[in-house]
C-alpha cells in the first residue's frame, strides 16, 4: 500500500472546487497523518523515554 496515493475515503470527500482547495490547504496534515492511521506502528521503548524526556524539558522551561 503507497502512502502516497489517496484513500477511498479521501476521493469520495474531495470531488468539488472547494473541497479540493481544502484538500490543498489540509494536506500537510493529510500526508503526515496517513501513514499513521493506516499503517501503525508499535511504539516502542526509545519512543517513550524521548516523549517522556521532552514533556520533562518543556515543563523545566516553562516554569523558569
Known amino acids: 500500500m ?11 470527500l474531495f470531488y468539488n472546487t472547494f473541497t479540493k482547495l481544502l484538500w490543498v490547504i489540509l494536506q500537510p496534515f493529510f500526508y503526515t497523518l496517513r501513514p499513521v492511521l493506516m499503517r501503525p506502528k508499535p511504539i516502542t521503548r526509545l519512543e517513550v ?6 514533556v520533562v524539558d518543556v515543563c ?3 516554569s523558569s
Open 2 to 12: 503507497d502512502m502516497d496515493i489517496p484513500s477511498r475515503l479521501e476521493g469520495r
Open 49 to 54: 523515554i524521548n516523549f517522556t524526556v521532552q
Open 60 to 62: 523545566i522551561i516553562a
